[in-house]
């Protein structure tokens, strides 16, 4: 079955960076377009960007400018570089992927920015 764990969340000080993994299993990784999202306290998830199979990458105005997404083919790994964290980036990190017509999503990972 498709499972994704996320993982590299933490506590930083504003201005911090972070890198957030998530390693994907149940899939034939290397073909699917994977996403990651936000949830704030409060507040709806978001996508904050994605990246299809053969790396082309779309980011939304989220975290313009500030993440970057990436990913390993080989080890089944997306990465999410969140750079200039702010104290509104504080939330819980998902990655998502559609498999045979459902959406999968891991359990998530708390990112908490201090000022």
């Known amino acids: 079955q498709v499972r994704l764990v996320e993982s590299g969340g933490g506590l930083v000080q504003a201005g911090g960076s972070l890198r957030l993994s998530c390693r994907a299993s149940?899939?034939?990784?290397?073909?699917?377009?994977m996403r990651w999202h936000r949830q704030a306290p409060g507040k709806q998830r978001e996508l904050v960007a994605h990246?299809?199979?053969?790396?082309?990458?779309e980011y939304t105005d989220a975290m313009k400018g500030r993440a970057t997404i990436s990913r390993d083919n080989v080890y089944n790994i997306v990465y999410l570089q969140l750079n200039s964290l702010k104290p509104d980036d504080t939330a819980v990190y998902y990655c998502?992927?559609?498999?045979?017509?459902?959406?999968?999503w891991g359990q998530g990972t708390q990112v908490t920015v201090s000022s």
């Open positions: 998502s992927t559609n498999h045979r017509g459902s959406t999968f």
């Open positions: 149940g899939i034939n990784f290397r073909l699917y377009t």
């Open positions: 990246i299809t199979g053969g790396g082309s990458t």
